[in-house]
């Protein structure tokens, strides 16, 4: 495996009496951008939160089989999980930006992370700006309160603040539900670019993303993983009528 792949063993996962994912089996490689497709309540979320376990944090929470990110085993107890959610960044549906400047809500993981050099940070805070696709729009403005920005700019600045500590593995769970078609389709443009370097999952209960974004798809029902294939081949000839009355629109 790449040493940034990913893979799901026979993972599950429970809130309380809540199966929300059924020993699931996925193999990413390493620079994948890979697409998690499903209606809502499938189980798109858990199965993001898992990977960087944030789900961690719920006390009614229970997993059993392995994930693995670059080969290691990531619910071993010997994981460190701050340095674990570094390396593995999360995009969420609705943009989370500080009540702070563009500037600052890039230089944050930085700060926090114990970089102190001025000259380290506004390199890295450029560098990631301009990898999110939103350097033009505000290295004029980077003093400027980043509430102030789109819907779109943000996701892009919450992307350059992960992009910033240099993940290997970037998730972003629905992260155009909330754009316009025109911001949307510059996020999934960026998307494809960044699998140069980084191994990325999408998130989507959206089948026309998943088609446009053309990676390799995997289908989630009901928290299990139904299908996975590449998207031209799910969309023009799927493998389970689930998945046909999923994308034909008869589903969710
Ligand atoms: P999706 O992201 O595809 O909409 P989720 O992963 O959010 O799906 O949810 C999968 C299932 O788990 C759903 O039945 C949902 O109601 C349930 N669920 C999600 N989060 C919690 C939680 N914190 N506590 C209890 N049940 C939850
Ligand atoms: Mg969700």
Redesign the pocket.
Same mark, same amino acid.
């Given at each position: 495996m790449n040493h940034n792949g990913i893979r799901f063993e026979n993972f599950s996962y429970a809130?309380?009496e809540?199966q929300?994912l059924r020993s699931i089996n996925i193999e990413i490689a390493g620079n994948e951008l890979f697409t998690v497709m &499903?209606?809502? &309540?499938? &189980?798109?979320?858990?199965?993001l939160?898992c990977l960087n376990r944030l789900n961690d944090l719920?006390g009614? &929470?229970r997993c059993s089989g392995s994930v693995f990110v670059g080969g290691r085993s990531i619910y071993d107890p010997s994981v460190d999980v701050t340095s674990l959610r570094r390396r593995v960044g999360m995009v969420f549906a609705m943009p989370t930006v500080l009540p702070a400047s563009i500037y600052e809500n890039v230089a944050y993981g930085l700060r926090r992370a114990g970089e102190r050099a001025a000259v380290v940070i506004s390199t890295v805070v450029e560098k990631s700006l301009i990898a999110a696709a939103l350097w033009d729009e505000v290295k004029d403005r980077l003093g400027e309160r980043a509430d102030r920005l789109s819907g779109g700019q943000q996701q892009r600045l919450a992307l350059a603040r992960i992009l910033a500590l240099e993940p290997d593995v970037i998730l972003l769970?629905?992260p155009t539900s909330g754009l316009d078609p025109i911001s949307t389709l510059r996020i999934e443009d960026l998307l494809r670019d960044l699998a140069e370097k980084y191994t990325i999952v999408l998130?989507t209960?959206n089948p026309h993303q998943a088609a446009r974004v053309g990676s390799r798809v995997g289908f989630?029902f009901q928290?299990e993983i139904v299908e996975i294939a590449p998207a031209a081949q799910i969309f023009t000839s799927p493998g389970d009528q689930r998945t046909e009355a999923f994308v034909s629109g008869r589903l969710g």
């Amino acid at each position: 495996m790449n040493h940034n792949g990913i893979r799901f063993e026979n993972f599950s996962y429970a809130y309380g009496e809540v199966q929300a994912l059924r020993s699931i089996n996925i193999e990413i490689a390493g620079n994948e951008l890979f697409t998690v497709m &499903g209606p809502t &309540g499938s &189980g798109k979320t858990t199965m993001l939160r898992c990977l960087n376990r944030l789900n961690d944090l719920v006390g009614s &929470g229970r997993c059993s089989g392995s994930v693995f990110v670059g080969g290691r085993s990531i619910y071993d107890p010997s994981v460190d999980v701050t340095s674990l959610r570094r390396r593995v960044g999360m995009v969420f549906a609705m943009p989370t930006v500080l009540p702070a400047s563009i500037y600052e809500n890039v230089a944050y993981g930085l700060r926090r992370a114990g970089e102190r050099a001025a000259v380290v940070i506004s390199t890295v805070v450029e560098k990631s700006l301009i990898a999110a696709a939103l350097w033009d729009e505000v290295k004029d403005r980077l003093g400027e309160r980043a509430d102030r920005l789109s819907g779109g700019q943000q996701q892009r600045l919450a992307l350059a603040r992960i992009l910033a500590l240099e993940p290997d593995v970037i998730l972003l769970d629905e992260p155009t539900s909330g754009l316009d078609p025109i911001s949307t389709l510059r996020i999934e443009d960026l998307l494809r670019d960044l699998a140069e370097k980084y191994t990325i999952v999408l998130a989507t209960h959206n089948p026309h993303q998943a088609a446009r974004v053309g990676s390799r798809v995997g289908f989630l029902f009901q928290g299990e993983i139904v299908e996975i294939a590449p998207a031209a081949q799910i969309f023009t000839s799927p493998g389970d009528q689930r998945t046909e009355a999923f994308v034909s629109g008869r589903l969710g």
